[in-house]
């Protein structure tokens, strides 16, 4: 007599990636559920390529924010030190000039909406084939408007340095 356990499909373990030593990486939960077999090829892409854009997304808010500290903290203390510290006042100038290099070059505030963007709507999309759409509409557009919010208030880096400049002159 078979028992229940028996017409059931093993539990497949995932791969996991080892951060290096000291790296401290935060692994997104998954959930262990058996395999139903095979996972269509679009939805494996899919998967795979809302991870790739979220991860994306994430980077480059990272440096869109690293960029905009590095140079309005620069940029603050500069008239502060130009007189003073000759020497610290050209490491504050150079860094002021990389940023806005890396900004100008990586323009990482598009490419963080870009990628946020891309990643929701591969969501939306995963719901809709799931057929669970309709379930969660309302949630989804309180997310998406509150996403876009949150996309749009981000400062240019021009902008923000001319607020510093302006702070550092009254």
Do not use: C, W
């Amino acid at each position: 007599m078979m028992r229940p356990e028996d017409t059931e499909e093993p539990i497949i373990p995932q791969e996991i990636e080892i951060p290096a030593a000291g790296a401290a990486r935060r692994q997104e939960p998954q959930a262990l559920v058996p395999a139903k077999g095979p996972d269509p090829v679009g939805k494996l892409t899919v998967d795979a390529k809302q991870r790739e854009y979220t991860r994306n997304a994430r980077r480059y808010r990272r440096v869109f924010y690293a960029t905009r500290l590095t140079a309005g903290l620069a940029s603050g203390l500069l008239p502060f030190v130009v007189s003073n510290y000759a020497t610290l006042a050209t490491i504050l100038s150079i860094l002021i000039v990389v940023v806005v290099v890396i900004d100008s070059t990586l323009d990482p505030k598009s490419q963080a909406q870009l990628f946020s963007k891309a990643s929701d709507l591969l969501a939306i999309a995963r719901l809709k084939a799931e057929g669970q759409y309709e379930q969660y509409k309302e949630a989804l557009d309180l997310i998406l408007a509150t996403e876009t919010q949150k996309l749009e208030r981000l400062v240019d880096l021009e902008a923000l340095l001319k607020r510093v400049s302006e702070a550092g002159h009254k």
